[in-house]
């Protein structure tokens, strides 16, 4: 069974910065490879919604709330997603969770509160 292991989050600052991993196991990784995998966040109360995507080739789409902010990236040889976050605000605080898609990602961030992942996630706080 593919188990997904999102880590990295914490508490911060606005302005701050956190890098956020997403780790996928049981050999998984390459039958991922036509996908996009990708970032969704589900701030407290509220509804979740797609973050940023990104193709094996590295090509991405990001919501316009982090663009310019968030990079997101897919390290294949260590079988790694990851999610740079600077110039943090307290909006951004949620529980983040990555995804795949068999789509690409602009299809993914359209995918909206209908994205659904497998990982526990990872708690992001941003305090002002």
């Known amino acids: 069974q593919v188990q997904i292991l999102e880590s990295g989050g914490g508490s911060v600052e606005a302005g701050g910065s956190l890098r956020l991993s997403c780790a996928v196991s049981?050999?998984?990784?390459?039958?991922?490879?036509?996908?996009?995998l990708g970032w969704f966040r589900q701030p407290p109360g509220r509804e979740r919604e797609t973050v940023a995507a990104?193709?094996?080739?590295?090509?991405?789409a990001y919501a316009d709330s982090v663009k310019g902010r968030f990079t997101i990236s897919r390290d294949n040889a260590r079988e790694r997603l990851y999610l740079q976050m600077d110039d943090l605000k307290p909006e951004d605080t949620a529980t983040y969770y990555c995804?795949?898609?068999?789509?690409?990602?602009?299809?993914?961030?359209?995918?909206?509160?209908?994205?659904?992942?497998r990982g526990q996630g990872t708690l992001v706080t941003v305090s002002s």
């Open positions: 995804a795949a898609a068999p789509a690409p990602p602009p299809t993914f961030l359209r995918l909206g509160n209908r994205i659904q992942g």
């Open positions: 049981n050999g998984a990784w390459n039958s991922y490879r036509t996908y996009s």
């Open positions: 990104a193709e094996t080739d590295g090509a991405a």
